[in-house]
């Protein structure tokens, strides 16, 4: 679900908003703002880390022969990455006050923080890439006007729409997760790498747009060496840890009941895989 320098933002971040009440999916939280349901918008902004897939619930069609897979380095793609991760992951009651606006300060957050880890800003974290799957503007129009207008991006002239996302990591371990055990030694330090946020538009699910990113990701991870690449789940998302086995992934271990009680979230699960590495000689 992932080198650029600052710019200025398609929306200013609020210091304050009286009130925007939203719910997170069951299944996500994966901004990590809030660890539960909240009814202000005056939570801390947490180190994105363990990578869930929401609910699916329509059956919208697409062309798979449209979609695009592909690292973002364009701002406004980054951008809409980060529009797709909030829509994805909370609902909002489009009648609460300043909804929208509050939408646009988790999106601003997550975008600047997006920018920091691919730019090698935040400490712990080597490499970070955003990978996202895009569809022509044309061809999700009549899935969701929303979407189209929430996540869309212009590319070489060519309007396109973010309907998948996640990042790859790669670090010694995510903040605030349980760390793998492979490579042991001095591999950990660069041949081991997280996915984290993976998500799609939730009028796409069921097109195999998730299944397509993991595998990319793994191609991009070899690229960089990766030998051990790892993904967290809440241990109640039988969804996702589906989709991680499918495509590859192996249990290795799980969180202490204690360490997700004291961070008031579902228990982890951490789910290992293999990746082939060619050492040139």
Known sequence: MLVLSSIS???????????????????????????????????????????????????????????????????????????????????????????????????????EALKERIAGKREGFRRVSCINATLPLSHVMNASDDLCAYCKFVENGCERVVVGSLDLNNCHRLPDEIAGKKPEGIGADFARAYISNVCVAKELQRNGLAHALIMESKVVAQKWGISDLYVHVAVNNIPARNLYMKSGFIFESDEPAWQARFRERPRRLLLWAGLPVNYKL
């Not at 364009?74 to 992951?89: M, S």
């Open 9 to 111: 933002s398609p929306f200013t971040p609020y210091r304050r908003l009286s009130r925007a009440s939203f719910m997170p999916h069951s299944f996500c939280n994966p901004l990590g703002y809030c660890a539960r349901t909240v009814s202000s918008w005056r939570c801390l902004l947490k180190p994105i880390a363990a990578a869930r897939v929401c609910p699916e619930e329509t059956h919208y069609r697409i062309d798979k022969s449209l979609v695009k897979l592909s690292e973002a380095v364009a701002e406004e793609e980054l951008w809409a990455a980060a529009c797709l991760r909030v829509r994805t992951f909370y609902d909002f009651d489009p009648a609460a006050f300043r909804a929208q606006d509050h939408r646009n300060y988790l999106a601003e957050r997550e975008f």
